[in-house]
């Protein structure tokens, strides 16, 4: 091995430990939730949830009016309803959840001419959860199979 070969090895090790001694510093120092998405997603923006505030409920027949809670707004309704999204000014989810199956059809972001159909049942914790991309004023349909009446929150997150 000669002696440019020896020195470009040497150099490649100290970088690896440089490298490895800022990874170990500069890492967070507690445990983290694995529930939690990337910071670099969020900023991207697909990370945040829509607003509830920002959701106008119009049922027809007209049901009980959508009340807030610390999850989100309630909405309970006895066939369908039509949810009317103010325009989030970027690329957001809207968080819907249920006790009981529910379907939901909306248009697919992105100027997209396709419009999605989801028929949510609840899975084994008992909830039933769709989120659908949103990034302009958009109007979600929500139904409720059997028309016994359906309770969906539109969840903050």
Do not use: I, N
Not at 55 to 77: L, N, Q, Y
Not at 86 to 91: E, K, T, V, Y
């Amino acid at each position: 091995m000669s002696g440019r070969q020896k020195l470009l090895l040497a150099v490649l090790a100290g970088l690896l430990v440089v490298l490895y001694l800022v990874a170990v510093g500069g890492g967070r120092h507690d445990r983290g939730d694995p529930a939690a998405r990337p910071g670099w997603l969020t900023r991207l923006g697909g990370g945040t949830a829509v607003d509830p505030a920002t959701v106008e409920v119009d049922c027809a027949p007209p049901a009980a009016p959508p009340s807030p809670s610390v999850a989100g707004t309630v909405v309970t309704f006895r066939t369908g309803c039509v949810l009317r999204v103010a325009d989030p000014g970027g690329l957001r989810t809207l968080v819907l959840r249920s006790r009981a199956p529910f379907e939901v059809t909306a248009p697919a972001p992105r100027g997209a001419q396709l419009t999605v159909h989801d028929e949510v049942a609840p899975g084994d914790d008992g909830t039933a959860e769709a989120t659908v991309a949103v990034d302009r004023r958009t109007e979600v349909v929500l139904g409720c199979p059997g028309g016994d009446g359906c309770t969906v929150t539109v969840a903050r997150s």
